[in-house]
């Protein structure tokens, strides 16, 4: 069954130049990349990205990373990989969360590392199951920015919605 999953390059691998390193590694899977793009990452898109974890001492700091400030980056590369059981081939390729347990040859075990404040830079980010995939997805991406049709989208008449445009 084809499934869909959110790949974040975080600020680290973008500083460690590590883009194309990851690409090429995540080209292993087979998967269809069905929508990519670079990020500059809002407050309020890290906390939304990492609500679940809203309550854990180090909620803060994990937003700070997410948006670049720890690593004066302030973007992420943002991809969907879709095809045939995207998630687990992915987060089989990235590792463990801890850069210290994941095996060597993953992209964590090969790039991540801990700081000496206990920050955890895996370089990756990878969407843990399909329901969180969809959330995140969706929080990312908008439908015309994904290839593909992967979620139910409907037409809307938006009015008064301010945006940046090329003058």
């Not at 929508?35 to 803060?60: C, D, I, N, T």
């Not at 700091?61 to 004066?72: C, F, I, K, N, S």
Request: charged letters at 30%; hydrophobic letters at 40%.
């Amino acid at each position: 069954m084809s499934q869909a999953v959110l790949i974040l390059i975080k600020p680290d691998g973008l500083k460690k130049s590590l883009t194309g390193n990851i690409l090429t590694r995540l080209s292993e899977t087979k998967l269809e990349i069905v929508a990519a793009k670079m990020v500059r990452v809002s407050k309020v898109l890290a906390e939304e990205h990492y609500k679940h974890l809203k309550e854990k001492p180090f909620f803060g700091e994990l937003v700070r990373y997410l948006q670049g400030e720890l690593h004066d980056r302030k973007k992420v590369m943002a991809l969907v990989y879709w095809g045939k059981d995207a998630i687990k081939k992915c987060r089989e390729l990235a590792g463990a969360t801890n850069p210290e347990e994941a095996e060597s040859t993953s992209i964590r075990g090969s790039y991540g590392r801990i700081t000496t404040s206990g920050v955890y830079e895996n370089v990756v980010h990878v969407s843990s199951n399909e329901s969180e995939a969809e959330r995140e997805i969706k929080l990312w991406f908008s439908p015309g920015e994904i290839i593909v049709d992967l979620y139910a989208t409907k037409e809307a008449t938006l009015k008064e919605v301010k945006t940046n445009i090329w003058s």
